[in-house]
């Protein structure tokens, strides 16, 4: 039996259509911008952790400790973001409908009030 030669992806994105090239260069961009970590938008944004610390009114080891942490509150991620300049946006995905962008997030903010579950 005879090893068959790996092609490389260059060869095999070069035997395909150039349309379907452009429709996996823009999923690919895609995929990475949805990937972006904290510390990748705050770097795009061209702020060190201690300059974004200042803006925030924290220490820098506190942008350290956010940056690292996979598991946020929602007011310290939208203080974060809205530092470097944005605005956060939580979307809800539900199958089989279109997404929907809650608005209001201080309506999440701790102060609130939890609403009972329905029995």
């Known amino acids: 039996m005879s090893a068959r030669k790996p092609k490389s992806l260059k060869t095999t ?3 395909l259509s150039a349309d379907r090239r452009k429709a996996i260069a823009a999923r690919a961009d895609t995929l990475i911008a949805e990937e972006l ?3 990748d938008m705050r770097k ?3 702020l060190t952790q201690q300059a974004l610390a200042d803006l925030l009114g924290v220490k820098q080891e506190s ?3 956010i940056e690292k942490r996979s598991d ?3 007011s310290t991620l939208r203080q974060y973001v ?3 300049g944005g605005d956060l946006t939580l979307m809800v995905k539900f199958p089989n409908r279109p997404p929907v ?3 209001a997030l201080s309506d999440l903010a701790p102060s609130a009030k939890p609403v ?3 029995r």
């Open 13 to 15: 994105l070069s035997q």
């Open 37 to 39: 970590t904290l510390r």
């Open 44 to 46: 795009a944004r061209e």
């Open 63 to 65: 942008v350290s400790n």
């Open 72 to 74: 946020l509150l929602l």
């Open 82 to 84: 809205e530092a470097l």
């Open 101 to 103: 962008a809650l608005k």
């Open 116 to 118: 009972p579950a329905r």
